[in-house]
T-cell receptor, first 117, second 116 residues
């Protein structure tokens, strides 16, 4: 069975600085997706960034980028120029690849990020 | 922007009572999900639903749980006889289309269930 581990329950960062959130996973599949979802207080979980395992290039979305190390089964999220609005729970998630299906997400426990002004 | 909405936001119930959690997915979405998160634990998959039937369910989703889409818009999760360990945040999610899976699920804000 696939598992996702986020070992840091909480982190804090100063506004405008950079922070890295770590995630490891375990799977026997060779192709899969990895995700970071963000959940602001009392708001929905929203997708931050996605990485396809077959792609060697690390995904980036504006201030968000990942460091995907397939052999090490590591998938960290880097937030550059942190903003107050980045304060949220961050969830790392895994999904196998499928077509036309209801493939489920396997989540980590989440990590609470605090951004200090 | 279209959103997944969930009601109630918080429900307190007595052990043994039936609870129905409601979700209105985004209107053109085809796949529907329930997840739950017990306080301090991982977000866990409960069930997925497509074409008016369950696609997949986890071992958590036993005979006490059921889902239905009664009217083409609502998607409900029913717990027939609640237990203390059912206390959790329940998240509804939906996905847009068939074909290549892109992974983007759209989540509601969650319904917090407290069983006393």
């Amino acid at each position: 069975a696939q598992t996702v581990t986020q070992s840091q329950p909480e982190m804090s960062v100063q506004e405008a600085e950079t922070v890295t959130l770590s995630c490891t996973y375990d799977t026997s599949e060779s192709d899969y997706y990895l995700f970071w979802y963000k959940q602001p207080p009392s708001r929905q979980m929203i997708l931050v960034i996605r990485q396809e395992a077959y792609k060697q290039q690390n995904a980036t979305e504006n201030r968000f980028s990942v460091n995907f190390q397939k052999a090490a089964k590591s998938f960290s999220l880097k937030i550059s120029d942190s903003q107050l609005g980045d304060a949220a729970m961050y969830f790392c998630a895994y999904s196998r690849v499928g077509f036309g299906g209801s493939e489920k997400l396997v989540f980590g426990k989440g990590m609470k990020l605090t951004v200090n002004p | 922007e279209p959103e997944v909405t969930q009601t109630p936001s918080h429900q307190v119930t007595q052990m043994g009572q039936e609870v129905i959690l409601r979700c209105v997915p985004i209107s053109n979405h085809l796949y529907f999900y329930w997840y739950r998160q017990i306080l301090g634990q991982k977000v866990e998959f409960l069930v997925s639903f497509y074409n008016n039937e369950i696609s997949e369910k986890s071992e958590i989703f036993d005979d006490q749980f059921s889902v239905e889409r009664p009217d083409g818009s609502n998607f409900t999760l029913k717990i027939r006889s609640t237990k203390l360990e059912d206390s959790a945040m329940y998240f509804c999610a939906s996905k847009e289309r068939e074909g290549l899976y892109t992974g983007e699920l759209f989540f509601g804000e969650g319904s917090r269930l407290t069983v006393l």
